[in-house]
């Protein structure tokens, strides 16, 4: 116990003080209780001192930052970085103050360092990750404006500096240096790589997505083989984080999105304007042919009809055959039927709608027939991608061809009408 605190004069000066002390509080002379109590007044010191000088580093820190006025120096105060890189401050004081407690050949003073350098090495680790998380919040948030999904290779970088600490923490811890270490792990590496197989493919794929630009976060996206359809909200190493349009949230592996298949409708969205494909079915029986008095009654009931039927009707009387408009409306109708009328008539309404986009193509048709009828097609594109809006503008259309299609002789499919009403006589008593 004599080797355990040092020689040196200062030593021997702070030791008298102590003897002094245990002397006024009436204890007797004992070498070992004096060294333990040496020992414990140091070490009480160095924390103090070390979280003191902390303390006073991050209140300066504070006020310096505080005094610029920067926003990126108000995010460093949010992100509380100086905090945490700060921890590193105390195991250094200790460190310094260490020698003062032990003697330089004392196992106990090799333990205690050995402590000490394994808990500056974490510190330095948490503030290495916090510096890391700074850097991808800072970018992700100001210059990451196609939401790229980088959280993937901040975990992963992340999870690097862990591996190199704890390859530090056990050098330390043994004895030993680093690099023998590391070549010693070799023999583990195929159980390293079954343990991080997750993370590691989750990495590759989230190369692949960000580098493919496949996904970003804010995609609408549709996974065929689950339930997924929502919102991305977050991409991570090993998890992509999917919001249903229900708020349910539906976890997907990372790589299930690169070796399947997947629809982001991210392409309609930077588009602005939103498909619509929808078919009614037009009763074949209803369906007959038109008369000039029809045609008439039509035109003067739907005047964006007139225009169409004129030109229709000159190129008949000239012998031209039908031409059509190879622009936005391909298909305009005819004057043959009623419902080649009313197919020319849905084309002109579309031409002519507010909400629906012009610029792409418009498409009034006939699908093939089959035993309940003939599908009238509707193929056009809204001037919007507002969800709400889309539905309110496509219902809106569909009613204007039900209420519509009547007054052209048209009937729209109903299993329940067989073309005849049978009124059933009611009993008497």
């Not at 245990?22 to 109590?37: A, F, T, Y």
């Not at 991050?58 to 310096?64: C, H, L, T």
């Not at 004081?93 to 090495?121: G, K, Q």
């Amino acid at each position: 116990m004599t080797a355990l605190i040092p020689s040196h004069d200062i030593a021997q000066w702070i030791l008298g003080i102590v003897r002094d002390l245990c002397g006024l509080i009436g204890l007797d002379s004992n070498p070992r209780i004096e060294q333990i109590v040496y020992v414990v007044l140091i070490c009480l010191f160095a924390i103090l001192l070390g979280y003191a000088i902390r303390r006073a580093v991050v209140f300066v820190v504070r006020k310096i930052i505080k005094l610029r006025k920067s926003d990126f120096g108000t995010e460093l105060l949010n992100q509380k970085i100086v905090t945490k890189c700060s921890h590193i401050i105390p195991p250094l004081v200790i460190l310094a103050l260490l020698p003062f407690a032990f003697d330089h050949s004392s196992s106990v003073l090799t333990f205690f360092r050995r402590a000490v350098d394994i808990y500056l090495t974490i510190m330095f680790g948490v503030g290495c990750n916090a510096i890391i998380g700074f850097v991808w919040y800072n970018y992700n948030r100001h210059a990451n404006k196609e939401n790229h999904p980088l959280k993937g290779v901040m975990n992963v970088a992340k999870g690097i500096v862990w591996i190199i600490i704890t390859i530090i923490c056990m050098s330390i811890l043994i004895n030993k240096s680093p690099m023998a270490l590391l070549g010693g792990l070799g023999a583990f590496a195929a159980a390293l790589m079954l343990i991080f197989k997750d993370s590691i493919l989750g990495f590759v794929a989230g190369i692949q997505l960000s580098s493919n630009d496949m996904l970003r976060v804010g995609d609408w996206i549709v996974v065929p083989s689950t339930i997924a359809n929502g919102i991305v909200v977050d991409v991570s190493l090993t998890v992509v984080k999917v919001q249903n349009w229900d708020n349910t949230i539906v976890m997907l592996p990372p790589y299930s999105l690169v070796s399947g298949s997947f629809q982001n409708w991210r392409g309609m969205s930077d588009s602005g304007v939103r498909q619509i494909d929808r078919s009614v079915i037009i009763d074949n029986t209803s369906i007959v042919g038109a008369t000039q008095s029809f045609i008439d009654d039509m035109t003067a009931k739907y005047p964006l009809l007139q225009e169409f039927v004129a030109k229709r009707q000159a190129d008949a009387k000239e012998g031209k055959s039908m031409v059509f408009n190879g622009g936005v409306a391909p298909v305009n109708g005819t004057l043959d039927t009623n419902l080649g009328l009313f197919r020319a008539y849905m084309c002109r309404y579309l031409l002519n709608h507010p909400a629906i986009a012009h610029d792409q193509n418009i498409i009034v048709r006939l699908m093939t027939p089959d035993a309940n009828g003939t599908p009238l097609d509707i193929y056009c594109f809204t001037a919007t991608t507002d969800w709400l809006a889309y539905e309110a503008i496509r219902s809106q259309l569909f009613e204007h061809i039900a209420t519509s299609a009547a007054d052209f002789g048209l009937r729209i499919f109903n299993t329940t009408y067989n073309g005849q009403i049978t009124l059933t006589p009611t009993a008497t008593a």
